[in-house]
């Protein structure tokens, strides 16, 4: 009978009681949760809420560690948003200038003109009205091709 007593009042005060609950990264960049923080790490003293004292409880079902490594999961995903969104700015921002390139050299052709070129020994050379037409046509078609959305 005695032996049943001490168990009702142990299970009674055990809600009460409240364990302190570690959080630090190792050196392997680690997330360690622990009971007795170790003397060397920043650690983080998290605080349990029980319910004897009216705190608010996890979700159902979900211990802090696997409430964190969700947390840790999202901040991941919103990284990698950000870069893939950096990453299409980057790319819209190189077809623009060479869109804008394309439509500088199809100008310059379309403006007419004497035009010239450099052959392969460095000497310049000016193009006949049938190869300024061939250049214009040409940077007509990857003007055309580069700007087309």
């Given at each position: 009978m005695k032996r049943i007593v001490i168990l009702a009042c142990a299970l009674a005060f055990a809600p009460l009681v409240s364990?302190?609950?570690?959080?630090?990264?190792?050196?392997?960049?680690?997330?360690?949760?622990?009971?007795?923080?170790?003397?060397e790490a920043d650690t983080k003293q998290m605080r349990i809420p029980s319910s004897a004292t009216g705190g608010s409880a996890p979700a159902p079902g979900k211990s802090y560690v696997q409430q964190d490594k969700e947390l840790q999961k999202g901040r991941e995903k919103a990284k990698e948003g950000d870069k893939k969104g950096e990453e299409k700015e980057a790319r819209r921002v190189a077809e623009q200038e060479r869109c804008q390139s394309a439509k500088t050299a199809y100008e310059h052709y379309a403006q007419g003109g004497r035009i010239s070129k450099y052959n392969e020994k460095g000497e310049r050379v000016f193009l006949g009205d049938a190869e300024i037409d061939a250049e214009r046509d040409r940077a007509k078609a990857k003007m055309e091709e580069v700007c087309k959305s």
């Open positions: 364990a302190q609950l570690y959080k630090y990264v190792d050196q392997n960049g680690k997330t360690v949760y622990t009971d007795q923080p170790p003397p």
